[in-house]
């Protein structure tokens, strides 16, 4: 099946590539503004990662937390793979304050008869200027790109600072924001149609409709909060492959609960303690088993350690399926 439009949201700019916004800006603030000569993405260029941390969690699977074997073999069962890219790019700098271009993608792809196939996809383009830090005269000129304000405050948060590195980064932030909607969105529609399993690259909490939805499995590959404290530490740490620790609950604040638990995907021995180390969420459904719930996707999961998704360097643990659905999608933003 071919891409289907996902609902737009009206600050996305139709076909404003990153080429097209440049040759539109450049017209619409004169030749004294110098347009960035092909820059870098800007999730290319060092940025702070928040701090590590712990959390504490409730366990759903018995009373303590402890390692568990996945019981049987591994064997297959995800039919589709759900992931997102994002692009960001300096067009231009008015007095110190940029202007971003952002490109957002989510694809959902199908696997039948061995081969992999788009089932949706979505890609949009938006253009962010911090208007707070323009002059009056450069924004209204910017109007035909629609422009997202990047130095609105978010929520409780301040204003941005009037330093170009908060801006930048405040607009890397609203481009990622915009990549998770779309991956929800294509999540959501999975639901509404399909009751098969689909794998999604990365926590599913945020959609109530996706987290709780049984046809729907997250898997969440980095590990700056560990949902461990004191000992537990030490079980997640010491997971063998094909070992998993005791099904626990999430509850995010302002987002879905899912039940969740660590896996070890390859053995770690002499690598970095989280080598093949993911957390893996799903519906939380207090009339399941979650033992056999937790082993049957545990199984699908080792399963898909075939082919290695190399030569990405996260292929200890991402899912070849996962990997294809980003290869798909940065051939075509």
């Given at each position: 099946m071919g891409s289907t439009n996902v609902s737009r949201n009206p600050t996305t700019v139709p076909d404003a590539d990153f080429r097209a916004v440049?040759?539109?800006?450049?017209?619409?603030?004169?030749?004294?503004?110098?347009?960035?000569?092909?820059?870098?993405?800007?999730?290319?260029?060092?940025?702070?990662?928040?701090?590590?941390?712990?959390?504490?969690?409730?366990?759903?699977?018995?009373?303590?937390?402890?390692?568990?074997?996945?019981?049987?073999?591994?064997?297959?069962?995800?039919?589709?793979?759900?992931?997102?890219?994002?692009?960001?790019?300096?067009?231009?700098?008015v007095d110190g304050a940029p202007i971003v271009h952002g490109t957002a993608g989510?694809?959902?792809?199908?696997?039948?008869?061995?081969?992999?196939?788009?089932?949706?996809?979505?890609?949009?383009?938006?253009?962010?200027?911090?208007?707070?830090?323009?002059?009056?005269?450069?924004w209204d000129r910017l109007a035909p790109f629609a422009p997202v304000d990047s130095s609105a405050p978010e929520g409780d948060d301040a204003p941005s600072s009037r330093h170009p590195f908060s801006t930048l980064e405040r607009a890397v932030h609203l481009v990622q924001r915009h990549r998770e909607e779309l991956e929800q969105r294509l999540a959501e529609r999975w639901c509404d149609h399909e009751s098969r399993p689909l794998l999604v690259d990365g926590g599913i909490s945020g959609s109530e409709r996706v987290a709780r939805a049984r046809c729907v499995v997250g898997v969440v590959k980095s590990h700056r909060t560990l949902y461990?404290?004191?000992?537990?530490?030490?079980?997640?740490l010491r997971?063998?492959?094909?070992?998993?620790?005791?099904?626990?609950?999430?509850?995010?604040?302002?987002?879905?609960?899912?039940?969740?638990?660590?896996?070890?995907?390859?053995?770690?021995?002499?690598?970095?303690?989280?080598?093949?180390?993911?957390?893996?969420?799903?519906?939380?459904?207090?009339?399941?088993?979650?033992?056999?719930r937790a082993d049957q996707v545990s199984r699908w999961l080792l399963a898909e350690g075939a082919?290695?998704?190399?030569?990405?360097?996260?292929?200890?643990?991402?899912?070849?399926?996962?990997?294809?659905?980003?290869?798909?999608?940065?051939?075509?933003?």
């Open positions: 440049t040759r539109g800006v450049r017209a619409a603030l004169g030749p004294a503004v110098h347009i960035q000569d092909a820059p870098a993405t800007l999730e290319q260029l060092a940025r702070a990662d928040d701090p590590p941390r712990t959390a504490r969690v409730r366990p759903l699977e018995g009373a303590t937390f402890i390692t568990r074997s996945v019981r049987g073999r591994p064997e297959p069962g995800f039919v589709a793979f759900l992931d997102g890219v994002q692009q960001s790019r300096v067009v231009t700098y989510a694809a959902v792809r199908e696997r039948r008869d061995r081969r992999m196939r788009t089932w949706h996809h979505r890609v949009e383009h938006r253009v962010y200027a911090p208007r707070q830090h323009l002059p009056a005269e450069i461990a404290v004191d000992d537990e530490i030490g079980v997640v997971l063998g492959p094909a070992e998993r620790t005791s099904v626990f609950l999430i509850e995010p604040k302002k987002r879905a609960p899912v039940a969740s638990w660590y896996l070890r995907l390859r053995d770690a021995s002499g690598r970095e303690p989280t080598f093949g180390l993911v957390r893996v969420e799903v519906a939380r459904d207090p009339s399941e088993d979650l033992t056999a082919p290695l998704a190399l030569p990405d360097a996260r292929w200890d643990r991402m899912a070849y399926g996962i990997r294809d659905s980003e290869e798909f999608l940065r051939a075509i933003t």
